[in-house]
């Protein structure tokens, strides 16, 4: 089901019925995003907001848990991906040994697929199911190695799989049993046959980095009882750039990195921006636009279906605006106000 059709055809129905104007699909998109980020950004106040009521006792169990609801909209927009490492030459890619690095980028839109709104973990992967191999045949998705058994090297679906030539990370999709030496992944990312690669653990070995701010790592890193390490390490957010502590830790003592690159070792769980809703159209019917869902730009919101009521009340407050209509607006406000209501 279509929210954003849904969304639109209410909305014009309000403003025809009373002659209030007219929006065009590029101002409904415009009015759509900013509507949609209203309400994402509202749910962390409003999460906040029922924990307040639940310290205070005043909040309710069960069906009448409204700070699930708000956990459950919020996590709609948890990512888990790894981050890919900076060099300085600011380059994402593989450098040849010794330029391992430490530092990482935030997650982009270039980088993870979409921008963070908040970073809630950053987690240092210390253990290898498969410390360096390499590939003998290049297969769609797939991993395969015919040197290896993955189910004795205790690989499992979710485990990290980096490409030590290309940098590029994926996870394991599943394990094939009639095929010991073959991994399915998310992602296709040996086109060729010889890259060398390694499997990290998801499940063991994986401990948090500690967010501290640039001062405080400065005094961690003065003793030797203070500072990060591989079993309790930190990080510090400069702009776009994570620092990991400790800063050699791909070349431990322990370590078996090869150095090439620290690419798979660094996820990151994280909530991200939604995407832009897109309503599009394919051609004219009638003088109007022809809803296409199968286009490939069309994005539907991504909030949940209790929240197009709320979607239709702010767009009419924009287009209200748009069109200089006072009475539009007033009613998109007093509409918004009862749902707050309702919902406190």
């Known amino acids: ?11 014009l129905s309000v403003l025809n019925k009373n002659n209030y104007g007219y929006i065009t699909p590029s101002d409904f998109n415009l009015y759509a995003k900013q509507a949609q980020l209203d309400i994402f950004e509202d749910y962390f106040y409003q ?21 699930k609801v708000y956990d459950e909209a919020i996590n709609i927009f948890s990512e888990q991906e790894s981050l890919a490492p900076v060099y300085l030459n600011g380059a994402n890619e593989v450098i040849i040994s010794p330029s391992a690095t430490s530092t990482y980028s935030v ?26 191999s390499t590939n003998t045949l290049a297969s769609v998705n797939e991993l395969v190695d015919n040197t290896q058994n993955f189910f004795t090297a205790g690989v499992q679906p979710g485990d990290v799989v980096v490409n030590l030539s290309t940098a590029q990370t994926t996870n394991v999709r599943y394990l094939n049993p009639s095929n010991t030496d073959t991994l399915i992944l998310e992602a296709d990312i040996f086109l060729n046959a010889g890259d060398s690669y390694t499997v990290l653990s998801a499940r063991q070995g994986v401990n948090e980095c500690e967010k501290v701010t640039n ?12 500072k990060p390490t591989e ?23 322990t370590v ?11 996820l990151c769980q994280y909530i991200r921006y939604p995407r832009d809703p897109k ?24 909030l949940p279906l209790e ?27 007093s509409m918004d106000i009862r749902e707050e209501q309702k919902e406190k």
Do not use: H
């Not at 089901?1 to 909305?11: A, L």
């Not at 079993?231 to 003592?253: D, H, K, M, R, T």
């Open 47 to 67: 999460y906040n907001y029922q924990i307040t009521k639940e310290n205070a006792r005043q909040s309710g169990v069960g069906l009448a848990d409204i700070k």
């Open 231 to 253: 079993l309790f390490p930190a990080y510090s957010q400069n702009g776009e750039i994570i620092q990991v502590y400790p800063e050699n830790f791909q070349w431990g003592a």
């Open 279 to 302: 309503w599009t159209y394919a051609n004219l019917v009638g003088g109007e636009p022809s809803f296409n869902q199968s286009d490939a730009l069309y994005q539907d919101f991504e």
């Open 256 to 266: 078996v990195n090869s150095g090439e690159t620290t690419a798979g070792r660094i």
């Open 1 to 11: 089901m279509s929210i954003i059709n849904s969304v639109r055809e209410t909305v």
């Open 107 to 132: 997650p982009t839109t270039a980088t993870t697929g979409s921008n963070y709104y908040l970073i809630n973990k950053v987690l240092l992967l210390t253990k290898y199911l498969v410390a360096n």
């Open 307 to 333: 929240d197009e009521p709320t979607l239709v009340n702010k767009i009419l407050q924009y287009a209200g605006m748009s069109i200089r209509e006072v009475q539009a607006i007033q009613f998109g406000q």
């Open 215 to 226: 001062k405080k790592i400065t005094q961690l890193n003065m003793s030797n009882l203070t």
